[in-house]
Nanobody, 126 residues
Framework: QVQLVESGGGSVQSGGSLRLSCTASEYTFRTYYMGWFRQAPGKEREGVATINAAGSTMYAASVKGRFTISQDNAKNTLYLQMNSLKPEDTAMYYC????????????????????RGQGTQVTVSS
C-alpha cells in the first residue's frame, strides 16, 4: 500500500512563499512517477508539477518560474517550493504517485495519479 504524507501548507499573503513536503516509502520514491496537483472548491483538479525517478521535472504554465519540485532521496521526501504566491494559487494541494510511468505532460494535463495523500491547504490572501 502506498502511503503519502504531506505537510507544510498554511496561509500567506500574496508574494509570499511556502514549502510543501511529502514523505513516501523508498520503493515508491525510487520507482513511481511523483507529482503535486491541486484542487480549489468548485474547480477541476489541476496538475502542478511532476518529477520522475530520473529527476526530470515538468510544470504547469500557471506556476512555471514560481514553483520548484524536488526530491531528497536520502529522506524519501518530495518537496514543492512555492514562491511569489498569488491568490489564485489558493487550493488544497495533494502529493501524488503513480506506477504507470506515463509522461509528465500526461500527469500535468490529467492529474491522473493512482495514489494521493490527504492534502494540505494553501491559502493566499491579497
Amino acid at each position: 500500500q502506498v502511503q503519502l504524507v504531506e505537510s507544510g501548507g498554511g496561509s500567506v499573503q500574496s508574494g509570499g512563499s511556502l514549502r510543501l513536503s511529502c514523505t513516501a516509502s523508498e520503493y515508491t520514491f525510487r520507482t513511481y512517477y511523483m507529482g503535486w496537483f491541486r484542487q480549489a472548491p468548485g474547480k477541476e483538479r489541476e496538475g502542478v508539477a511532476t518529477i520522475n525517478a530520473a529527476g526530470s521535472t515538468m510544470y504547469a504554465a500557471s506556476v512555471k518560474g514560481r514553483f520548484t519540485i524536488s526530491q531528497d532521496n536520502a529522506k524519501n521526501t518530495l518537496y514543492l517550493q512555492m514562491n511569489s504566491l498569488k491568490p489564485e494559487d489558493t487550493a488544497m494541494y495533494y502529493c501524488a504517485a503513480d506506477p504507470r510511468k506515463y509522461s509528465g505532460s500526461y500527469y500535468l494535463r490529467s492529474a491522473d495519479f493512482s495514489y494521493r495523500g490527504q492534502g494540505t491547504q494553501v491559502t493566499v490572501s491579497s
